[in-house]
Structure formats: structure tokens, C-alpha cells
């Protein structure tokens, strides 16, 4: 798979956050206890929300570089190897030291996309920021971070602030960091089932961010429409309905989308977020974590 090419005026990114070893198997369905099944394909790929933004970010035209922290564990030579392929470049915080890399065990059910994730994170992990972590922010348009490795997230978000470059806090789910990071960030993309503490719905997250002073809060709903806020306003977008036979990472490949059209003159929240569901419907509609990249580019979803 080719990356679109990279020219100058390209954006770029910098993505803090996980990486993981995914081990993905497709089954028509899930086992019972104590049962063992025959999966009809399996895929391997680096995963995690950073790491698979970045590969967005890069397989929409953008330049980027993923901050994180991997070690010299032969797992951890598995995943850059993945990630170099498709064009991500990679800073590891913890270069030269053996560490236990997470490896994630998915299953994706055949009939209806669904996936299922076990796997160890980074939430709690004392990896501390790069010698050059100020160097990479200054050099980007935007920075991502996913929360995990909050040292590294924390001093990301510290100097993309004090530099004035947009912030993008990937809000999957909450984690004692974030009120930290989104105290920095210019725009929270959460899934649905992200709330803030003492939030009960959707709108009531949304209304906390904002006031706490975060400029754009989008919020996705899987095929249902998305919603956002900024500067006053609020809307929804609707998503493109398909065929939906693996989720795996679309909303990782909504937040890279996210990212990389955030950098891109003249794009309003509401056609930003329209590219991005377009893109993350694409991640659905096709099998397999990076066989649907070929086709992000064929599309040209980037126009």
C-alpha cells in the first residue's frame, strides 16, 4: 500500500500515545466458556489510538510521527516494522530498555463487524517525554494525544499550548489524566460513551468541556449522527451508511482523519467531521486493519 505523496505544505502531526501488537481473528461467532473455535482469518497489526491515527494521518497525505514507548522486546520490533511500512515515524521513549509491550487479542464477529478487545494499556505508565519532545511539537500543526503514557501526554499537551498549535484529545474513555490534558486541548473528539466526571449524558460532557474552556467538542455515536460544539454553535452530521464488517479502529481512523483536516484551510467543523465519518465508514466497510487503506487513498477523500 502507498501512502499519498507527501509534498511540501503538508500538515503534520505528532501522536502521543499507545501502541500495541493487535492479534486479530475473525469468527462467525463468539466462543462459549471453556470452548475452542477456528477463526476464518486472521490479521496481525500494530494497533492503539495513537498509533493507528497516525497511520490515518499518513495514508491521508499528512507527515507523521508517533511519540510512545516500546523498549527492545522483539514485540516491539513488530509493531515499527508495521508502522514504518505505512509511512508513521516513530519516537520511543523507551529506547534501549526491555519492557513488556501490550499485545491486544481481538475478535471480530463476521456477521455484524462487532469487535471485542482484551489487552493491557499504558494509563499508569512512568515512561517520561523524549529529549526532543519540543523539537517534534514545535515542528507540527497539530498533536494528538490519546491519554496513555500521561507523562509524555502531559508535557505534549504543556508545550502545544504555550506554541499555540491545535490540541486533539482522543476521549475514548476517561481516565484519571485527562483532566489534566484536556485543560490544554482546543478540540475533544469522544466516543458516546465518554463522560466527565459527574456528567450523565452526552450533552452534559459536552457542556463541561466547553465550559472548562475547550474550543471544539465532537462527539460520535457509531452509524448514528455526530454531534459538535464550538464557538457558540452546535450541530450534527449524519454518517454514511454501509456495510458495516469490521469496526476495529474506526474511531481511531476518525480521529486521524480529524487531525489531518483540522490542519487544511477553510474547513469548517461540520465538513471536517463529514470527511471524517466518511472515512471511518470506509475502515468499517472493508476487512482487515489495513487493507482499507488502499482504498481511503483511491477514493480521495483527502480532496
Not at 68 to 81: F, S
Request: charged share 20%; aromatic share 4%; net charge negative.
Amino acid at each position: 500500500m502507498r501512502n499519498a505523496p507527501v509534498s511540501e505544505g503538508t500538515p503534520v502531526g505528532v501522536f502521543v500515545g499507545l501502541a500495541t501488537l493487535d492479534v486479530i481473528h475473525r469468527i462467525t461467532e463468539p466462543p462459549g466458556p471453556n470452548e475452542k473455535i477456528t477463526s476464518t482469518a486472521q490479521f496481525v497489526a500494530a494497533g492503539g489510538p495513537a498509533a493507528n491515527a497516525a497511520v490515518t494521518f499518513a495514508a491521508l497525505g499528512g507527515r507523521a510521527t508517533l511519540v510512545t514507548a516500546l523498549g527492545d522486546d522483539p514485540i516491539a520490533a513488530m509493531i515499527r516494522a508495521d508502522l514504518t511500512a505505512h509511512g508513521v515515524g516513530i519516537v520511543d521513549a523507551a529506547a534501549g530498555t526491555r519492557r513488556a509491550v501490550p499485545v491486544s487479542a481481538v475478535a471480530v464477529v463476521e456477521s455484524t463487524g462487532d469487535r471485542s478487545v482484551i489487552s493491557a494499556d499504558a494509563v499508569t505508565s512512568e515512561a517520561s517525554p523524549p529529549a526532543d519532545l519540543g523539537a517534534l511539537v514545535a515542528g507540527a500543526d497539530v498533536v494528538l494525544v490519546d491519554g496513555h503514557h500521561p507523562r509524555i501526554a502531559g508535557a505534549a499537551v504543556r508545550e502545544a499550548a504555550q506554541r499555540g498549535t491545535r490540541v486533539v484529545v482522543d476521549a475514548g474513555r476517561w481516565k484519571p489524566v485527562m483532566a489534566d490534558i484536556t485543560a490544554f486541548a482546543t478540540d475533544v473528539v469522544c466516543s458516546s460513551d465518554f463522560r466527565t466526571p459527574g456528567a450523565d449524558s452526552p450533552e452534559a460532557t459536552a457542556a463541561a468541556l466547553v465550559g472548562g474552556g475547550v474550543r471544539t467538542v465532537v462527539i460520535t455515536h457509531g452509524g448514528d449522527p455526530v454531534q459538535w460544539w464550538s464557538g457558540g454553535e452546535s450541530g450534527s452530521v449524519p454518517v454514511p451508511v454501509v456495510e458495516v464488517v469490521d469496526t476495529l479502529g474506526a474511531g481511531d481512523a476518525f480521529h486521524g482523519a480529524y487531525s489531518y483536516y483540522s490542519c487544511l484551510d477553510g474547513r469548517g467543523v461540520a465538513d471536517r467531521i463529514d470527511r471524517c465519518a466518511r472515512v471511518a465508514a470506509l475502515r468499517c466497510s472493508v476487512v482487515g486493519p489495513r487493507a482499507w487503506l488502499s482504498k481511503l487513498v483511491g477514493e480521495q477523500i483527502r480532496k
